[in-house]
Structures are given as structure tokens and as C-alpha cells.
């Protein structure tokens, strides 16, 4: 009764996209706040003509309290992302049904060609501003965002020449409180601005304990069965960035770096049992340790950036980058413990030029991608039975963007990538010889999006735009053969996204309401039992709802609202006879908050999410019935005068529940519990 009515009373209103009602004293309004992850340059949120949500930095400190992890941040926080799976892993996690694209300061996290699914979680959030997300496929970036796209924009420095912030805490299971679940972190930042310089750095670093559920039993150290854990492990996160203004600051230039490692070393792991996960309590976690490389996590990014805000009238940004990520997966008794790594290097030119026409000004953003990515799959203790690949990726794109005084505002444009792909003689798991060769993938993209301004304070906006990805090749060539993916179309995958929304903004309350369908010809799934990749084609639609509203003057409440349906065709017939995985296709989701802030030296925030029941019509892996469960988690910050006092409390009531993707994949090695009720607390001061 007590969660039932905690969670009306904060989701009155449909919910909110949480990031826009941080500051008590001061509102942040949708018309504050700068995108730039919409069409490359930045844009109001209110001017946006497509979905986004911004998890602003104040957001990203007090969900920090609750949770590390950027992918149960994302879940709490943003509507059309599935319930994270509270693992190392995204897998399973998707975003309007589809995967993202996940990119830090610009630069791909993801990897496409074989994908291990671990980009959003190599970043520590002490190292991230905000983060912008693109709901929806979009070919703005390109390169994989089929789903929509996940902009992680990192720390960026404060005003004054030394600005120092230091963070030390713990946290612990109150399920187990004298066992081993004790977690302790310490963080650091410096930034400044001398002159034309500016500066930021910091770094992180966190020793995770064991995970206890709500009966107090030891969650497994890897709870999704070789996809990746976090508990008994390490992390580290270096970043900085070194920047020079000059020409009277129309010209800059920037140097970036981030170090991210996480690290398993558990002496528990998860054991098969018999019988229907369902009907079983949880999986165990038994003694013992199988791995012959400790799993993990290791991403290492580089970036210099140029730009010039006045070139022959022109803005122009430039951007290298270089990034190395690795990807080590649990071992699992009787199979082969195996690594993904994917190293690129690559470059963006945007450039905007304005045409300040008396009767209809617009704006042409246009330019070109370039993008090597050498991604290959090994084993740590056996034969490699998987193929390596290089690919050369080349894009250019033209976006035309059209304000029509107060009436609104259209967007459209074109952008055409050519991929090669060099594909490695490997040996399958069967012992035969697979001769590789070049894949090569020529594809137009186009787009379409408007926002009608029908009073200062609702517009309505919606569009078409397109999405395309290889669609992890590698996986397919693995699964099948070399010859069954000479055929481009029949392995990459095309997306056709369509989206009708209205949104709503003024001194009290913000809202928007959002329709989405998309289909592809090549959507991916896995076969239950063999957990082959299937290429088949699908639809899926869904609605979308976010709400925030200040009801006193110290609080405000909101959340959001998820609604996904999503049919794949098995037979290549026009007939959609079955429904996709809940592994695709989540449940219901329904995100609420409350925000109070009574004094100056106190603020405090309930939150609450609630998953849905979903039992689907479908013979894919990740079929499982999910049962609804609801998390309500609780934040508090203190000034204490010399600092802030930070205290979290994840799962405040005990609830006993089983993530989305442990129920969904119904495997009994991987049909683990989620955390019970674990607190933490922190002190944090900054001069």
C-alpha cells in the first residue's frame, strides 16, 4: 500500500523528463537548455524538432547517489529506454526498441561490427556534464544509430582560474551489512580559465563489493551469465581536457583525453540449476571462480578539436579522434571465455553556414565522416572461432534547417554512407575453413522534421528520418558463413522512423506527448536455444510521455511514461506473426519523482520506477514472462558548511524483484535477483 501510494502521489501529472526541473531556486525551462546532439550544432530544446531529453549535471550527482551506472541512470531518467539489466553490460537495453548509438564528446563507443554492448558503461558519471539523447533513429551521426543516439558530453570547466571538487564515500548493503558488500569511492576535478586557456581534469575511482538481494543472499558476480558484472570489482576513470582561444576567440582549439578501466576479481560465480527459472527462487552464487582473465572493461579515447566561429561566414568545428575499447566477457563452465576489441580512428567536419535571407532565412549544416574501426573477437583460453574485420567508412551529409518567423521551423536533409568492410579467413566452431573477403555497403539516408510554434508556449513536431547499421556482421558471418553475407542488404540493417509529438512549456509545468513507428526489413533477434543471430523483418510503434510540474514553491514532481509494441515477421511473408522479445520490446514503464528542497541546506528526492507485465507471443530468445516489479529509491543532500553531506538509499522499501532481462531470458544461469536495499553516503566540498 505504502509503494502504491508513494508512487501515485508522484506521478500525478504522467511524468517528466527529470533533467528539466533541477534547481529549486531557479526552474530550468526546455528553452535554457542547448542540444547539440539534434543536427550537429546547437540548438534550444524548444527549437528541437525531434524527441530528446537532456540528464543535466545536477541530475547526474543525485542519480550518482543511487546509482554508478550510466545505463540505470538512463533508465531512470529517459522514456523509450529499457529497465537497465544492473550489470557492466546494456545487453538487452534498448531504446525504442532498437540499438543506439553511443558516443563520447562526439567520438563512437559502440561497436557495430561485433557488438559487446559495454558502451555505456565506460564512463564514470563523476566524468560526464550531461547527457543528450536523441530518441529515434537519426543519420546525423551515423554510423549505427538505427535507434537513436546517446551523446555523453564530458565535464567542461568553471569559471575562475582553480576550481577544486573532492568526493570521497561508501556504500553498503543493508541486506548484509557486516558481509562483503562494502563499496568505497573517491573522486577529484581541477578546472579553470587563465587567459585563452581553460582547463578540467579529474579522476575516479571505485572498489565495488559483493551484491546482496532483499533476502540477503550473495547476487552472482556476473547476475546475466557472461555478459558482464559489477560487483567484486574495480574502477578507474582518468579524463582532462586543454583548450586555446584566440583570434579574438573566434578560433579554438582543444585536446582531449579519458582512461577508463573496470575490473572483476570475484571469488563467487553463477551456477546452472535445473528446472524452470520461473518457478526457482534465484540462481546462486557458489564458491569459485572460472575465469581465466578477469572480466572487464577498457576504453581509451583521444580528441583534438578545431574550430572557427566566423570562416567566410561560416561556423566550422574539426574533430580527430581515436578510441580503443575492450570488452572481456565471464567465462562459463564448458564454453570458451572470449574478448571483443575495437580500435578506431577517425575524423568529423561540421560546418554551418547561415543565409540571413530577408523573406526566409536558413541555415545549411553540411559535411563529411571518416571512420577505420579494426574490431576482432578472440578467446583467452582456446581456439578463436570467430572472424576479425577493418572497415573504411566515409559519409557526407548536407542538412537544410528553415525558420519560418514565428510560425516554425523545418529541418531535412540527405546523408550517404559508404562502408567497406575487409572480413578475415577464420575456422568455424565446427573445424571447417571460412574464406573471408570484402563486404561493401553503399546507403542513401534522408530526413524530414518540423516543429509548428502554435502558441509561445505548445509546439507540436514530428517527422520522418532514416537509420542504418551493419548490424553486427560479425556475429552473422560467425553464425553462418562468409558467402551468406556477400548479399549487403540481407545482413545490414535499414530503419524507417516516423514520430508525431506535442510538448508543452511555462512557469509551472512542462509536458509532451509523443506517438513513434518504425520499421526495417533487416531487424536483429537471437534463436532461443542456439542464440544465433536472425535477421527478419519488423514494426514497431509505441507512445512516449513526460510531465514536470512545481506545485509549491520548494516542490516539484513529474516522471515518465513508456509504452512499446513491436511484431517481427519469421516467415518473410507480410504476415507479422509474432511479437519481438521483451529483450527488444520492454514492458510498460512508468518513472516518477518527487523534488523537495524545504531549506537552502537541504534537498531531497524520492523517485520511483515501475515495471510492467509482458508475456509474448514469440519462439526468440528473451521470451520470458516478466513480471511487474516497482524500485523507489531515496536522495538527500546536506550543507554542512564546509562541504555537502550526500546520502542515497537504493531500493528504499526491500522490494524483492528480478531485472527485465534476467526474467526475459529465462535462462537458469542468469535468473538472478536485483540488490535489496543498499545505502550510501558521501561528503563532497569544492572552493
Known amino acids: 500500500m505504502l509503494i502504491k501510494s508513494l508512487f501515485l502521489g508522484s506521478v500525478s501529472a504522467l511524468a517528466v523528463t527529470s533533467a528539466l526541473a533541477q534547481d529549486q531556486d531557479e526552474v530550468q525551462f526546455t528553452d535554457t537548455i542547448v542540444v547539440e546532439a539534434d543536427n550537429r550544432v546547437e540548438t534550444p530544446l524548444d527549437e528541437t524538432t525531434r524527441s530528446v531529453t537532456v540528464v543535466t549535471r545536477e541530475e547526474l550527482e543525485k542519480q550518482r547517489s543511487v546509482t554508478r551506472n550510466v545505463a540505470d541512470i538512463l533508465a531512470n531518467t529517459t522514456p523509450g529506454f529499457s529497465p537497465s539489466n544492473e550489470a557492466l553490460t546494456d545487453f538487452g537495453q534498448t531504446l525504442r526498441g532498437r540499438n543506439f548509438l553511443t558516443l563520447i564528446d562526439g567520438v563512437p563507443q559502440s561497436t557495430p561490427l561485433r557488438d559487446g554492448q559495454r558502451a555505456l558503461n565506460s564512463i564514470d558519471p563523476d566524468a560526464i556534464e550531461r547527457i543528450e539523447v536523441i530518441r529515434g533513429g537519426t543519420a546525423a551521426f551515423g554510423f549505427g544509430a538505427t535507434g537513436g543516439l546517446v551523446n555523453i558530453v564530458t565535464r567542461r570547466p568553471e569559471d575562475g582560474s582553480l576550481n577544486v571538487t573532492a568526493r570521497a564515500g561508501t556504500e553498503v548493503s543493508l541486506t548484509n551489512v557486516v558481509g562483503d558488500s562494502l563499496t568505497y569511492e573517491a573522486a577529484a576535478e581541477l578546472s579553470g580559465r587563465t587567459g585563452a586557456i581553460d582547463y578540467v581534469g579529474g579522476g575516479s575511482f571505485v572498489s565495488r563489493g559483493a551484491g546482496f538481494d532483499a533476502d540477503g543472499l550473495r547476487i552472482p558476480a556476473d547476475p546475466t551469465g557472461g ?3 559489477i560487483w567484486d570489482s574495480d574502477s578507474i576513470n582518468v579524463f582532462g581536457k586543454l583548450g586555446f582561444n584566440f583570434d579574438d576567440d573566434l578560433q579554438r582549439i582543444q585536446l582531449g583525453g579519458l582512461y577508463y578501466n573496470t575490473e572483476q576479481d570475484s571469488d563467487f560465480a553463477q551456477i546452472s540449476f535445473s528446472g524452470d527459472p520461473a518457478r526457482d527462487i534465484r540462481t546462486p552464487a557458489v564458491f569459485g571462480n572460472f575465469n581465466p582473465v ?5 576504453n581509451t579515447n583521444f580528441t583534438f578539436e578545431y574550430s572557427h566561429q566566423d570562416l567566410f561566414g ?4 574539426a574533430q580527430a579522434y581515436y578510441t580503443d575499447l575492450e570488452a572481456v566477457f565471464g567465462k562459463f563452465p564448458g564454453f570458451l571465455q572470449t574478448k571483443i576489441e575495437s580500435e578506431k580512428l577517425g575524423g568529423r567536419l561540421t560546418i554551418n553556414t547561415p543565409f540571413p535571407l530577408d523573406v526566409l532565412p536558413f541555415d545549411v549544416t553540411w559535411g563529411v565522416d571518416l571512420l577505420t574501426d579494426d574490431t576482432t573477437q578472440t578467446a583467452t583460453d582456446g581456439p578463436n572461432f570467430s572472424p576479425s574485420a577493418d572497415q573504411f567508412a566515409i559519409a557526407g551529409f548536407a542538412q537544410l534547417d528553415v525558420r519560418i518567423g514565428d510560425l516554425g521551423k523545418i529541418s531535412g536533409g540527405v546523408r550517404h554512407e559508404s562502408i567497406s568492410v575487409d572480413v578475415s579467413n577464420f575456422t568455424n566452431e565446427f573445424g571447417a575453413q571460412v574464406q573471408g573477403g570484402t563486404l561493401k555497403f553503399n546507403e542513401t ?6 516543429t509548428l510554434f502554435v502558441t509561445d508556449n505548445i509546439d507540436v513536431y514530428g517527422g520522418f528520418s532514416q537509420g542504418f547499421t551493419v548490424a553486427d556482421i560479425l556475429r552473422s558471418i560467425r553464425d553462418g558463413s562468409f558467402s551468406q553475407a556477400t548479399e549487403a542488404e540481407g545482413e545490414a540493417q535499414r530503419t524507417d522512423n516516423f514520430e508525431l509529438g506535442i510538448r508543452y512549456g511555462d512557469d509551472v509545468f512542462d509536458g509532451s506527448l509523443v506517438g513513434f513507428y518504425s520499421k526495417s526489413d ?3 533477434t537471437f534463436e532461443a536455444g542456439s542464440i544465433d543471430i536472425l535477421k527478419q523483418p519488423e514494426r514497431i510503434l509505441g507512445v512516449e510521455a513526460t510531465a514536470s510540474a512545481r506545485v509549491l514553491e520548494d516542490l516539484t514532481i513529474g516522471g515518465t511514461f513508456s509504452w512499446l509494441r513491436g511484431k517481427v515477421d519469421t516467415n518473410d511473408d507480410g504476415d507479422f506473426n509474432e511479437d519481438l522479445p521483451s529483450t527488444r520490446i520492454p514492458p510498460v514503464k512508468i518513472t516518477g519523482f518527487a523534488d523537495y528542497q524545504p531549506f537552502n541546506w537541504w534537498d531531497a528526492r524520492i523517485q520511483v520506477t ?5 508475456d509474448p507471443d514469440s519462439t ?9 516489479y516497482t524500485v523507489v529509491d531515496l536522495y538527500s543532500s546536506f550543507d554542512v558548511g564546509l562541504g555537502d553531506l550526500e546520502v542515497g538509499i537504493q531500493n528504499l522499501l526491500n522490494n524483492d524483484y528480478t531485472p527485465l532481462y534476467n526474467q526475459a531470458s529465462a535462462l537458469p544461469f542468469s535468473y538472478a535477483r536485483g540488490p535489496g536495499i543498499t545505502a550510501s553516503v558521501a561528503y563532497r566540498v569544492s572552493f
Request: hydrophobic share 30%; no cysteine; aromatic share 6%.
Open 445 to 450: 539516408l534522408f530526413n524530414l522534421t518540423g
Open 294 to 298: 578477469n572480466p572487464g572493461t577498457e
Open 522 to 524: 533487416n531487424g536483429t
Open 610 to 614: 515501475h515495471v510492467g507485465t509482458r
Open 314 to 317: 561560416s561556423t566550422v568545428k
Open 227 to 229: 555478459q558482464g558484472g
Open 620 to 628: 526468440a530468445f528473451g521470451a520470458g514472462v516478466v513480471n511487474s
